[in-house]
T-cell receptor, first 113, second 116 residues
């Protein structure tokens, strides 16, 4: 199994600013992903965090808005740039060694005013 | 593309009642199927999974059987408890390879509330 932590756990930000969310895994994982969960909604995949290369973004998400880093097999960051109230969501990272098992972090609750 | 559809919620039950939450899917490739649970204020936890047709996943009294013929993965529990109150998500991933590997597609979630 893998234990995933995220920082910060929550934040309140002003529109136009940026926030970087950190995701730390207690063991090396092959795959890491970032998801968004808007209020009362399901989870939507933002991107696949690729170790040592640019992230792979899903339709509707772009690197300029959600830059992602993954310098090694245990750590990744997601930045939410130039925030607006529509970015208020829970952001979750997940990681795992296989298709069948993905572990999730506790999430970062973001409120943009 | 891949999609997951869950029954409309929320679901409200009395303790010890029988629970069914329906889940159907469409997928390219041969999917693995999952149920995740999100307790109030917490992150997602894997509840159970099944990776091939006719497999039954089970955990904590919950069960779900991978039905390829009906493209379904319904969640059941014979006797729910107050502590089962949470949001339940059905999800799938496919082994299509390349950029699809490991990515999860989620249903919309079903809120379950169990009263004493």
């Amino acid at each position: 199994s893998a234990v995933i932590s995220q920082k910060p756990s929550r934040d309140i930000c002003q529109r136009g600013t940026s926030l970087t969310i950190q995701c730390q895994v207690d063991s090396q994982v092959t795959m890491m992903f970032w998801y968004r969960q808007q209020p009362g909604q399901s989870l939507t995949l933002i991107a696949t965090a690729n170790q040592g290369s640019e992230a792979t973004y899903e339709s509707g998400f772009v690197i300029d808005k959600f830059p992602i880093s993954r310098p090694n097999l245990t750590f990744s960051t997601l930045t939410v740039s130039n925030m607006s109230p529509e970015d208020s969501s829970i952001y979750l990272c997940s990681g795992g060694q296989s298709q069948e098992t993905q572990y999730f972090g506790p999430g970062t609750r973001l409120l943009v005013l | 593309g891949n999609s997951v559809t869950q029954m409309e919620g929320p679901v409200t039950l009395s303790e010890e009642a029988f629970l069914t939450i329906n889940c159907t899917y469409t997928a390219t490739g041969y999917p693995s199927l999952f149920w995740y649970v999100q307790y109030p204020g917490e992150g997602l936890q894997l509840l159970l999974k099944a990776t091939k047709a006719d497999d039954k996943g089970s955990n904590k009294g919950f069960e779900a059987t991978y039905r390829k013929e009906t493209t379904s993965f319904h969640l059941e529990k014979g006797s729910v408890q107050v502590s089962d109150s949470a949001v339940y998500f059905c999800a799938l991933s496919t082994n299509a390879g390349g950029t699809s590997y490991g990515k999860l597609t989620f249903g919309q979630g079903t809120i379950l509330t169990v009263h004493p």
